[in-house]
């Protein structure tokens, strides 16, 4: 079940869905995916590329510490640039968060994460506008593990707990899709499938496609991966 902050919908949000759909020329409109994934599809387009260039370029930049220097990066900066002077905001920059905002972090802040969907691309410029501190979610994190094998979970204790109520009391609105969303520490979305949930199977797949991403033993296996619903 997708997190739903209390601006989204709003004024703010729609105008920002509209500058973030133009901005990408229509991309929005013709395939699911995330902001990292429009920025590299329009720089794909309006390079004229083929499947196998768009490929060849992302097999490159493909790991982590790469991808500042990947073929779609600058597009990103740029949506970033735009949607700062469009609203009149700022976005948090690598080591502008500290452990006053977040305290007793094992990670080190990296940005905004540009895997998010734009949906929820626009609900931090209308956060933003209001001057309210950004969910964690939204931010990009590094260095994830801790020196206790992951036995301290960087997620809140209610969250932990209602994923634990949503995967083994599996209410409909949570599977209203015929899935539950979970989210992870190290920035992934996943699904579980109701007939996986009901069979005790922990297998997290692909949200477009199926494919599996990882599976887990059990709900404690899974949380301690750092999953939980979204």
């Known amino acids: 079940m997708n997190t ?12 920002a869905m509209d500058f973030i759909s133009q901005f ?3 991309l929005t409109d013709m395939l699911p995916s995330n902001v990292a994934g429009y920025c590299k599809l329009k ?10 260039q768009m490929l060849d370029e992302y097999s490159k930049t493909e790991e982590m ?7 779609w990066w600058d597009e990103w900066i740029l949506l970033l640039d735009s949607l700062e002077d469009q609203f009149d905001i700022h976005f948090p920059r690598e080591g502008e968060i500290d452990d006053i905002y977040y305290p007793n972090n094992i990670e080190s802040f990296m940005g905004i994460n540009y895997e998010l969907p734009i949906e929820k691309l626009a ?3 209308s956060l933003l506008l209001s001057e309210e501190e950004l969910p964690r979610e939204f ?3 590094e260095n994830i593990s801790n020196d206790k094998g992951g036995s301290d979970l960087p997620w809140s204790d209610s969250l932990i707990q209602f994923t634990k109520d949503v995967l083994n009391e599996l209410p409909i609105p ?6 539950c969303i979970l989210k992870s520490i190290d920035r992934k979305y996943g699904k579980i499938t109701l007939e996986d949930a009901i069979g005790y199977r922990y297998n997290i797949k692909n949200i477009d496609n ?9 709900l404690d296996d899974l949380l301690k991966a750092g999953w939980v619903a979204d």
């Open 210 to 218: 199926d494919e599996l991403i990882v599976k887990y033993d059990s």
């Open 123 to 125: 609900e931090i410029v």
């Open 4 to 15: 739903i902050y209390k601006h989204n919908h709003s004024s703010e949000w729609k105008e």
């Open 43 to 52: 720089c794909a387009y309006f390079n004229s590329w083929t499947i196998e």
């Open 174 to 179: 949570a599977f209203m899709k015929g899935y």
């Open 65 to 71: 510490d790469k991808v500042k220097e990947s073929f």
């Open 139 to 141: 931010l990009l994190w």
């Open 24 to 26: 990408f020329k229509g």
